[in-house]
């Protein structure tokens, strides 16, 4: 045996794009493991199957559909053989063989062989002129029959059955779409939903007819008619069956490889032979077989984790949505829209403006969602029925969607699909709709590609609503906003909740271990996973955690908020807002020795001097002597305050005391986000508690507790927490609730959004309604707060080096 | 090229860095989890941001400003994001870090 051993064959079966993505996938991972050949059927690279409607109603063309061109295989050294079908599988000898004969040995081997359109069994149905819609053939076969115009009947008003009638349609043809169920869509659609777009159909000059069963197909050299069990008949000059696909297992079959509807995989995407594996439409994985394409992107992403040799995802199926691609239409349904027994419904109905809203609910969770004419709020309520959330609180809004997260920054414009291609999708980044539109079709499918391909909403992510929107409008069904586990970032698959869980279970204390005992892809992080990993870290172990400034971002590392010329601004931390003339002499004193460019006032009541350069900040901090105001820091900020009862005429409580006393319990806490409080001594509200993360309001009787509100980026009003008699229970219960938020939101989730997701109810159940667990909760935080120190002091005194000087000062 | 002993390796931080002030302005030190050193101008082609205060990963430093990725190989912004940045040789002899910089005329 030489030393060099020879690279693993892998031996890809089908062309299309679960095949592919799983090519793609795995040279991610291992671009060196294997030697691989992919054999077609279909003349052409792989294409985007999504925009066969698209091209077939002469949207597009279709070499814009191509997602990886030959160039792309000759890149990656992959051989790719179209045209040329494989024939059988020989296992004994570890070879395919095409249909020239040709034998070509594998290692492994991967079927992507799909589905096949299924033809209705009726006689007929083999004569020219009866059509099927699946591939590039069909649609090519379609374009060219239609030139000559004429009647086409379509067989099947399923969603593929509507888009070759639309695309039909549009090609100048008279179209009738015959279907044996009494409404179009029956599967995605109840009957008035049905009724709506079998109108708004009719008004484009489609006809229907309805609960009719196809008895034959007339003609004797080519289709001439259809004729109906009834014995009616229709004239015909081409016949196109929709009446669904069938996986394409015989090749599997044939090689003695378990199948029922589809080939039989495990939860790796392994057949039978465990040399073999299959994704896509020809799987059948927990009894389930799926035609959309998130799902296959998903089985993609774990076979090649398999393929690659790290073994470690599992494919445990997919939650899906159909939308449909018909231009001008939409449509949006997933779960059981149906209802029933125990369930109840929420619907809108506006039939002038063809507008339709359902929501079926049982025991306060979504269980369907069937959204006509207007679906811009599918996302948001497919993550409500995918997560099992309680929607209890929402109910009153459930049907007009997400009103303050999401369109805020773009008022009152939540619906992107009916923007105008120039209109700016993204303000940070200065991204319009035209450009995510053209990108998506370009071949993007998540938000993430889009993300990083066009950078809308990368930066403050007010807009990631409206970019989702315009991946469902474009991609149709095939965008699944949320079936797909959110992975924390790029490095790994796995989600901020199973990095967490694995924290706590593993005792992993510190960034590094984390990322090796997860096997990140990158050993050494990003951007977005280092600091929410450390925060993890460090919140699961607040004393033996390691804090890797490495892995915190450069204000909370420096100390200081970097400005945009690469100065720093200093804030120190005066408690409440409540200073003394001392002070303020000091601080004025220090600003005017260093020449700092602006001395102001900040949002928080507190005190900024800004333009520090960054040499300054260790000197600078021992002049003023105070704590950090931690104003850099995803931590507690300010606690601002009204005058409160001491000196205002309608003060009923002391909210400048309350102020400072939470200041002073709270300083020195890291959250996932910043957190900002607030405290008004009487029900004016002076110091606007209501848009705090916590705000309490003075009354008569006592202190509101007020939790989840914003003042930012997406306005909201906070909730009333509790209501209490005395300043001690209000410190308890906003220690409570900020630990249950510590250990719970997401890292860079505030508390808005928590609140929304989480529910209030079920704080109020840890936070007041169960003692016992309030006081664990607070007693967590003081715990973890007692583990920090102020870093200004301690870098005052030596013990921290924020690295202010230069490494070295070169001079020539 | 003339070169310039900047300090140990263990005074630049594992996946971050530090700058150094020199005649050819601030250049960044930059060292990633595997211990390699780069040597680049310490501003992000986007705004100027100090690219000694972002976070290093592979070839890759994230400027900490608008989280721009710049490979420090060639200099160049990775996609969609396009610019460039001076790339600085480099040497260690020990402990100790070695930049060189073009001799200047004068």
């Known amino acids: 045996m030489g030393n060099k051993a020879r690279k693993a064959r892998l031996v890809v079966i089908g062309n299309g794009m679960a095949g592919i993505r799983t090519v793609e996938e795995l040279l991610k991972m291992a671009p060196d493991l294997y030697e691989i050949t992919v054999f077609g059927d279909e003349p052409h690279p792989n294409y985007n199957r999504i925009l066969l409607t698209p091209v077939l109603a002469g949207e597009m063309r279709l070499e814009e559909t191509i997602l990886n061109d030959h160039d792309w295989y000759q890149e990656h050294g992959i051989t790719l053989r179209t045209g040329c079908p494989v024939t059988q599988i020989d296992r004994v000898r570890r070879q395919v063989i095409t249909a020239q004969g040709e034998k070509v040995p594998y290692d492994r081997v991967l079927i992507a062989t799909g589905a096949a359109a299924a033809l209705a069994p009726i006689p007929g149905n083999d004569l020219p002129g009866v059509y099927s819609y699946r591939d590039m053939r069909d649609v090519e076969a379609l374009t060219q029959v239609s030139a000559d115009g004429g009647e086409a009947v379509i067989i099947g008003a399923g969603l593929l059955g509507l888009e070759v009638a639309h695309g039909l349609n549009a090609r100048g043809m008279q179209v009738t779409v015959v279907h044996r169920r009494a409404w179009p869509l029956d599967k995605q659609l109840d009957a008035r939903g049905g009724a709506l777009l079998q109108q708004a159909m009719e008004a484009r000059g489609i006809r229907f007819l309805m609960e009719r069963e196809s008895a034959a197909v007339l003609g004797t050299d080519r289709v001439e008619g259809l004729q109906f069990q009834d014995g009616s008949h229709i004239p015909a000059r081409i016949v196109v069956m929709t009446v669904g696909i069938r996986p394409r297992i015989d090749l599997a079959q044939a090689a003695g490889l378990a199948c029922e509807q589809g080939i039989l995989v495990s939860d790796t995407l392994q057949t039978y032979d465990p040399r073999i594996y299959a994704v896509g439409e020809c799987v059948q994985h927990r009894g389930m077989t799926y035609g959309l394409v998130a799902p296959l992107f998903e089985q993609a992403k774990v076979a090649a984790n398999h393929l690659a040799e790290y073994g470690r995802m599992r494919y445990q199926g997919s939650v899906t949505s159909t939308k449909l691609k018909v231009t001008g239409i939409e449509l949006f349904s997933a779960g059981d829209f149906l209802g029933g027994e125990g369930t109840e419904e929420l619907t809108l109905l506006d039939a002038h403006q063809g507008i339709y809203k359902k929501v079926v609910l049982q025991d306060d969770t979504i269980k369907g969602i069937l959204l006509y004419g207007d679906t811009s709020i599918g996302p948001w309520l497919f993550e409500h029925l995918r997560d099992k959330n309680n929607v209890a609180s929402l109910r009153d809004h459930l049907l007009f969607g997400e009103t303050h997260l999401g369109d805020a920054g773009h008022a009152g414009v939540n619906q992107a699909a009916r923007l105008a291609d120039s209109a700016e999708i993204c303000g940070c980044n200065g991204v319009s709709k035209g450009q995510i539109v053209r990108a998506i079709r370009d071949g993007l499918f998540t938000l993430e590609e889009v993300r990083k391909c066009t950078k809308a909403s990368a930066s403050c992510g007010s807009c990631t609503g409206l970019v989702e929107q315009l991946l469902v409008s474009t991609l149709g069904g095939v965008y699944d906003s949320s079936a797909r586990k959110k992975a924390l970032c790029g490095c790994t698959d796995y989600s901020h909740q199973e990095v967490r869980d694995a924290i706590r279970k593993e005792k992993l204390l510190s960034v590094r271990d984390v990322f090796r005992f997860l096997d990140w892809r990158h050993p050494g992080g990003c951007a977005t996973c280092r600091p929410a990993v450390n925060y993890y870290v460090r919140t699961a172990w607040p004393a033996e955690g390691k804090d890797d400034p490495s892995a915190r971002f450069i204000n909370e590392r420096a100390h200081a908020n970097i400005q945009k010329d690469g100065t720093y601004s200093v804030i120190p931390r005066i408690y409440g807002g409540v200073t003394t003339p001392a002070e303020l002499k000091r601080i004025a004193e220090v600003a005017e020795r260093h020449a700092v460019p602006m001395v102001k006032f900040t949002g928080g009541q507190r005190l900024d001097l800004l333009g520090v350069p960054k040499e300054k900040l260790p000197l600078i901090w021992a002049e003023l002597d105070m704590p950090s105001g931690h104003a850099y820091g995803k931590a507690l900020r300010t606690v601002k305050s009204c005058v409160g009862k001491e000196f205002c005429r309608f003060g009923v409580q002391d909210s400048t005391q309350l102020a400072i006393d939470l200041e002073k319990n709270l300083e020195r806490m890291w959250a996932p986000h910043k957190v900002k409080l607030a405290a008004s001594g009487c029900p004016r509200n002076c110091a606007e508690s209501t848009i705090k993360d916590v705000g309490v309001i003075g009354v008569d009787s006592g202190w509101e507790i007020y939790v989840g509100g914003n003042g930012g980026m997406k306005v909201r009003a906070a909730d009333l927490l509790a209501k209490v008699k005395t300043e001690a229970e209000v410190i308890q219960i906003s220690k409570a609730f900020l630990q249950m938020y510590r250990e719970d939101a997401q890292y860079l989730e505030r508390t808005a959004p928590w609140v929304e997701r989480v529910g209030l109810e079920q704080i109020k159940s840890r936070v007041i309604d169960d003692l016992a667990q309030r006081v664990e909760l607070a007693e967590r935080l003081d715990f973890a707060i007692a583990q920090e120190k102020d870093p200004w002091a301690e870098a005052v005194s030596g013990r921290l080096d924020i690295h202010a000087a230069p490494l070295r000062r070169v001079s020539a | ?106």
């Open chain 2, 1 to 106: 090229m003339e070169w310039f002993p900047l300090g140990r390796i263990d005074e630049v931080p594992l996946g971050g860095g530090r700058y150094v002030e020199t005649p050819a302005g601030q250049i960044a030190v930059l060292c990633n989890e595997a211990g390699e050193l780069f040597a680049v101008h310490n501003r992000c082609p986007h705004r100027g941001g100090p690219l000694s205060e972002g976070f290093v990963s592979g070839k890759t430093v994230f400027c900490p400003l608008h989280n721009w990725q710049i490979d420090l190989e060639s200099g160049q912004a990775l996609p969609p994001d396009q610019g460039c940045v001076k790339t600085f040789p480099l040497k260690t002899e020990g402990e100790e870090i070695w930049l060189g910089l073009p001799e200047t005329q004068s």
